[in-house]
């Protein structure tokens, strides 16, 4: 008899410790479930009076640079589409065709640039992604919600922009 009762005090040890290990395990959960998606109403604009960068915030640029970028995709598709429909158009006029030309010419470098803007796009979803979207790739310091508003993909303050800027004319000027 005594044997057993040494028994069941060991196999009620081994129960007590299990349960001391599992509860923080289960206190770290909830913190993790409540971390849902954040949904925004589609009239949502930020504003100064909510925490810089917080759920909200990114949600609504998220949104906004995909948009965005959905938009040009369909303008260039629709312009690479409309561009070579036009070239059964062929005149034997030398003007018309120089005229037809540079049409063409300066509808692809537009096309290029929005290619661009979509790259753009696609590396300010990137620092979304990152917790780095808002923040001044030089110094680290907020940019700020009208900036981001009037441009979307900025990477810099003003101030550094500006730097950048001066610094792009002094090396072209060499």
């Known amino acids: ?96 065709q120089a005229s037809s030309y540079t049409d063409k010419n300066v509808e692809m470098k537009a096309i290029n640039r929005q290619i661009k803007l979509i790259s753009e796009i696609d590396k300010a979803l990137l620092r979304i992604k990152d917790d780095t979207y808002g923040y001044c790739l030089d110094t680290a310091e907020p940019i700020g919600l009208k900036r981001l508003m009037a441009r979307p993909v900025a990477k810099y303050t003003i101030a550094a922009q500006e730097k950048h800027e001066k610094n792009e004319k002094v090396h072209a000027d060499e």
């Open 1 to 96: 008899m005594p044997k057993t009762s040494k028994l069941k005090k060991k196999v009620t040890k081994a129960k007590s410790k299990t349960i001391k290990k599992t509860k923080p395990k289960l206190a770290s959960k909830p913190k993790e479930i409540n971390k849902g998606p954040v949904k925004i109403s589609k009239v949502y604009i930020p504003k100064d009076t909510e925490k810089y960068m917080c759920e909200k915030h990114k949600v609504f640029f998220r949104m906004k640079l995909q948009e965005w970028k959905k938009e040009l995709v369909k303008a260039n598709n629709e312009a690479l589409y409309n561009g070579s429909m036009d070239d059964n158009s062929i005149s034997a006029d030398i003007v018309d």
